[in-house]
C-alpha cells in the first residue's frame, strides 16, 4: 500500500468488506504513531472522509479518500537535555533515562523531545516524525527506555510487550536485610501482579538497620509495580517519599531505582537483543557509606 505524506489525501484502494477508520489510518498515516493517536486525532476533527470530519465509527471503503490535516501536527520541540544512547539503529533507539524526566506525556520535560531529532534522516518508508516510547518507567526512576523509529517497530514492539516477550530487571536498594530470593504477587488495583527477586548484598545500617540491593524482575506491569511490592514486603526502595508516608527515607537524593537490563528479540530482525548498563554509581556509594558508618 502506497503510504501518503501528511496533508495529501489518501484514495482508499480496492479492499475486500470495510473496516474502521480508527484501524485504517495508522497504516497510511506513519506520523500519527499508534491507534491511540489516531483516536486523538479524529476527536480533534483532524481526519477528513470523503470531505467530512470523520467518525470513530465509519467505515471505510473502496475509493473513499482520507485526509490528515495539517493542523494534526505539532512542532517538534527538542528539549536541551543529554540522554545517554545506549543503542540506536533504523529502527529503535534505547536510552538510558535520568532520574527527574517523565518518559512521555503531555509536558515539555520528556525523554521523547529530548530525543525528538534523531529521527530527521531515517530513509524507511514509515519512519515517524519523532522516535515515539513503548513503554514507561517512572518519573524518579532511572535507566532503559525503548523508543520506536518507525511504524513497524512501534506495532511489533508493543506486540512483544503484550506477549510477555520482553524481560526487564532493576537494581533498587531498599530498607531492611531481604531474603535472598522470592515472589511477589500481590494484586495491584485489583488486577494480577507479579515480581521476582534477588538479594545482591545486604550492609547494616544505623538509621534503616540494614540497607539490601536487590535484583528486580517484574513478570507483569502494573504502575509503580516494583515500589508497591517492595513496599508490601516490607522494604520500602531508598528515596521513595511517595510511598515512605510515616517512614523516614533518604530524601534529596532521588529514587535508588533502575532499569538496568532489557532482552527482546528486535522487531525487524526477530534477532535477539541483550542490553545490560550499571545503576548510578551513587548505589554502591551509599551501600559503602552506611556499612563504614556502622563499624
Given at each position: 500500500?502506497?503510504k501518503t505524506k501528511l496533508g495529501n489525501k489518501h484514495k482508499v484502494p480496492v479492499i475486500k468488506g470495510r473496516i474502521r477508520i480508527s484501524d485504517y489510518?495508522?497504516?497510511?498515516?506513519?506520523?500519527?504513531?499508534?491507534?491511540?493517536?489516531?483516536?486523538?486525532?479524529?476527536?480533534?476533527?483532524?481526519?477528513?472522509?470523503?470531505?467530512?470530519?470523520?467518525?470513530?465509527?465509519?467505515?471505510?471503503?473502496?475509493?473513499?479518500?482520507?485526509?490528515?490535516?495539517?493542523?494534526?501536527?505539532?512542532?517538534?520541540?527538542?528539549?536541551?537535555?543529554?540522554?545517554?544512547?545506549?543503542?540506536?539503529?533504523?529502527?529503535?533507539?534505547?536510552?538510558?533515562?535520568?532520574?527527574?524526566?517523565?518518559?512521555?506525556?503531555?509536558?515539555?520535560?520528556?525523554?521523547?523531545?529530548?530525543?525528538?531529532?534523531?529521527?530527521?534522516?531515517?530513509?524507511?518508508?514509515?519512519?515517524?516524525?519523532?522516535?515515539?516510547?513503548?513503554?514507561?518507567?517512572?518519573?524518579?526512576?532511572?535507566?532503559?527506555?525503548?523508543?520506536?523509529?518507525?511504524?513497524?517497530?512501534?506495532?511489533?514492539?508493543?506486540?512483544?510487550?503484550?506477549?510477555?516477550?520482553?524481560?526487564?530487571?532493576?537494581?533498587?536498594?531498599?530498607?531492611?536485610?531481604?531474603?535472598?530470593?522470592?515472589?511477589?504477587?500481590?494484586?495491584?488495583?485489583?488486577?494480577?501482579?507479579?515480581?521476582?527477586?534477588?538479594?545482591?548484598?545486604?550492609?547494616?545500617?544505623?538509621?534503616?538497620?540494614?540497607?539490601?540491593?536487590?535484583?528486580?524482575?517484574?513478570?507483569?506491569?502494573?504502575?509503580?509495580?516494583?515500589?508497591?511490592?517492595?513496599?508490601?514486603?516490607?522494604?520500602?526502595?531508598?528515596?521513595?517519599?511517595?510511598?515512605?508516608?510515616?517512614?523516614?527515607?533518604?530524601?534529596?537524593?532521588?529514587?535508588?531505582?533502575?532499569?538496568?537490563?532489557?532482552?527482546?528479540?528486535?522487531?525487524?530482525?526477530?534477532?535477539?537483543?541483550?542490553?545490560?548498563?550499571?545503576?548510578?554509581?551513587?548505589?554502591?556509594?551509599?551501600?559503602?557509606?552506611?556499612?563504614?558508618?556502622?563499624?
Amino acid at each position: 500500500m502506497k503510504k501518503t505524506k501528511l496533508g495529501n489525501k489518501h484514495k482508499v484502494p480496492v479492499i475486500k468488506g470495510r473496516i474502521r477508520i480508527s484501524d485504517y489510518c495508522g497504516n497510511i498515516f506513519p506520523i500519527l504513531g499508534s491507534k491511540s493517536a489516531t483516536k486523538k486525532a479524529l476527536a480533534k476533527n483532524n481526519i477528513l472522509l470523503n470531505g467530512r470530519v470523520a467518525k470513530t465509527s465509519d467505515l471505510v471503503k473502496t475509493g473513499d479518500f482520507i485526509e490528515l490535516k495539517q493542523s494534526n501536527t505539532r512542532a517538534i520541540k527538542k528539549l536541551d537535555v543529554a540522554v545517554d544512547i545506549v543503542f540506536e539503529d533504523e529502527f529503535i533507539v534505547i536510552v538510558n533515562k535520568p532520574g527527574g524526566i517523565a518518559v512521555n506525556g503531555n509536558r515539555f520535560k520528556t525523554v521523547e523531545n529530548a530525543v525528538a531529532n534523531l529521527n530527521k534522516n531515517n530513509k524507511q518508508p514509515d519512519a515517524l516524525p519523532r522516535p515515539v516510547a513503548v513503554h514507561r518507567i517512572d518519573v524518579p526512576t532511572k535507566g532503559m527506555v525503548i523508543l520506536a523509529k518507525t511504524k513497524g517497530a512501534l506495532i511489533n514492539m508493543s506486540r512483544l510487550f503484550q506477549e510477555n516477550k520482553v524481560s526487564k530487571k532493576y537494581v533498587a536498594i531498599v530498607h531492611g536485610k531481604v531474603d535472598e530470593k522470592g515472589e511477589i504477587d500481590q494484586p495491584i488495583g485489583g488486577k494480577k501482579s507479579r515480581t521476582n527477586y534477588q538479594t545482591k548484598r545486604v550492609v547494616p545500617s544505623r538509621v534503616y538497620d540494614h540497607l539490601s540491593l536487590v535484583e528486580l524482575h517484574p513478570i507483569t506491569g502494573r504502575t509503580h509495580q516494583l515500589r508497591i511490592h517492595m513496599k508490601d514486603l516490607g522494604h520500602l526502595i531508598l528515596g521513595d517519599k511517595e510511598y515512605a508516608i510515616n517512614e523516614k527515607t533518604l530524601l534529596g537524593k532521588g529514587l535508588f531505582l533502575c532499569a538496568c537490563s532489557l532482552k527482546f528479540p528486535h522487531p525487524i530482525s526477530g534477532k535477539p537483543k541483550d542490553f545490560q548498563i550499571s545503576p548510578p554509581t551513587r548505589f554502591t556509594r551509599i551501600l559503602d557509606r552506611e556499612a563504614q558508618r556502622f563499624k
